[in-house]
């Protein structure tokens, strides 16, 4: 094995452990957070997320290069039982909801704290008076924005079907 397949191997185990800790910490601020966080807001829900429609989240989903809607809908015209953990459901069931729930909310999490990131280097490369750090900031904190909505916006729908789900099985 060469120095690049050995440096490129190095780097994936890093990534991995780095990611490992990052999951590990998102899934310990769900605990720690008390549940009405998780739960959909009022005004997420109104008129079934039309704030969320008029705010491109819908549309940016579709195109988010790593569990993007076409990318999936792609991806399983190869392969019908594609499953990305984390991103889709394996099987359309109350089960496999409620455990993409949770990862949603470590997804939340692990945004927040990107877009916060990008917030507090925007402040403070505004007064370093830093252009190229200004941009950088705004863009990181933008980008991390709206991954935080799209979370949002599918919790709110996915609370919609449970509901519905326990309602059916009271009558």
């Not at 990534?15 to 997420?44: C, G, M, S, V």
């Not at 925007?122 to 863009?139: E, F, K, Q, Y």
Request: glycine share 8%; charged share 25%; with cysteine.
């Amino acid at each position: 094995m060469g120095l690049v397949e050995t440096c490129k191997g190095g780097y994936r185990e890093i990534n991995n452990r780095y990611q490992n800790l990052a999951d590990t910490i998102a899934y310990k601020i769900a605990e720690i957070l008390p549940a009405r966080y998780f739960k959909p807001f009022p005004w997420e829900t109104a008129q079934k997320g039309i704030l969320y429609k008029l705010l491109g989240v819908e549309l940016i989903k579709r195109y988010i290069p790593n569990g993007g809607d076409l990318e999936v809908r792609e991806r399983r015209k190869i392969d019908p039982k594609y499953h990305q953990k984390g991103f889709t459901l394996k099987t359309p069931t109350l089960e496999e909801i409620l455990k993409y729930e949770t990862y949603s909310r470590k997804h939340e999490i692990l945004h927040t704290a990107g877009t916060l990131l990008g917030i507090t280097g925007l402040i403070t490369a505004t007064s370093l008076n830093n252009n190229i750090l200004i941009v950088a900031s705004a863009a990181w904190g933008a980008g991390n924005l709206y991954p935080v909505m799209i979370q949002r916006s599918s919790r709110a729908r996915m609370h919609r079907v449970l509901e519905r789900a326990k309602r059916i099985k009271n009558y």
